[in-house]
T-cell receptor, first 114, second 117 residues
Framework: DTAVSQTPKYLVTQMGNDKSIKCEQN?????MYWYKQDSKKFLKIMFS???????INETVPNRFSPKSPDKAHLNLHINSLELGDSAVYFC?????????????FGPGTRLTVL | AQTVTQSQPEMSVQEAETVTLSCTYD???????LFWYKQPPSRQMILVIR??????QNATENRFSVNFQKAAKSFSLKISDSQLGDTAMYFC??????????????FGQGTILTVHP
């Protein structure tokens, strides 16, 4: 059984388009995250949700809007895609306050903006 | 704010030998966790090992062990009997222990490890 799943795994789109990435976890965790891994492989937190409530928003452009319909899902919608949005986006989940918030990661979504 | 630094962009090792990856961090927290994650070419992030800051004993997981020096804020990863499957990017990460941070991890820049046959 996949613990944290993301769809799609690959996404190629044109500049200016709007796209969404979906994430689901079946670990029963309360907290979910979106991380961005840039071309230099640097991983940086974008958002964190706890029980459907936005907790962390790390200076991400307004074009990025996370949505959490329930605590098992955290989707990422991106408006007006730009070339600089090309990256790998990872969803993760954890149980807050447990083992240092060890994160369980999804397989990543490679977004390419042309 | 916490920072995590991995000063070795790339490392290589021969199969069956031992290699050590370095990590230093900066924090004013007293209770925290440190992690090493592995990212093979498949790009899946895999937890290798975890260390609780309040534990003096260094964590060990099979061929993987850490040297945790709290005063020096150093957290190195030792891989013994290196295998070809250990080839990956390795990330050091810092996580707060509880509180209201809701768990973001701060990652280092990563070290690419190549194991040669």
């Amino acid at each position: 059984d996949t613990a944290v799943s993301q769809t799609p795994k690959y996404l190629v789109t044109q500049m200016g388009n709007d796209k969404s990435i979906k994430c689901e976890q079946n670990l029963g965790h309360d907290t979910m995250y979106w991380y961005k891994q840039d071309s230099k492989k640097f991983l940086k937190i974008m958002f964190s949700y706890n029980n459907k409530e936005l907790i962390i928003n790390e200076t991400v452009p307004n074009r990025f809007s996370p949505k959490s319909p329930d605590k098992a899902h955290l989707n990422l919608h991106i408006n007006s895609l730009e070339l600089g949005d090309s990256a790998v986006y990872f969803c993760a989940s954890s149980r807050p306050g447990v083992l240092g918030n060890e994160q369980f990661f999804g397989p990543g979504t490679r977004l390419t903006v042309l | 704010a916490q920072t995590v630094t991995q000063s070795q962009p790339e490392m290589s090792v021969q199969e069956a030998e031992t290699v050590t990856l370095s990590c230093t961090y900066d924090t004013s927290e007293n209770n925290y966790y440190l992690f090493w994650y592995k990212q093979p070419p498949s790009r899946q992030m895999i937890l290798v090992i975890r260390q609780e800051a309040y534990k003096q004993q260094n964590a060990t997981e099979n061929r993987f062990s850490v040297n945790f020096q709290k005063a020096a804020k150093s957290f190195s990863l030792k891989i013994s009997d290196s295998q070809l499957g250990d080839t990956a990017m390795y990330f050091c990460a810092f996580g707060r222990d509880g509180g209201t941070s809701y768990g973001k991890l701060t990652f280092g820049q990563g070290t690419i490890l190549t194991v040669h046959p």
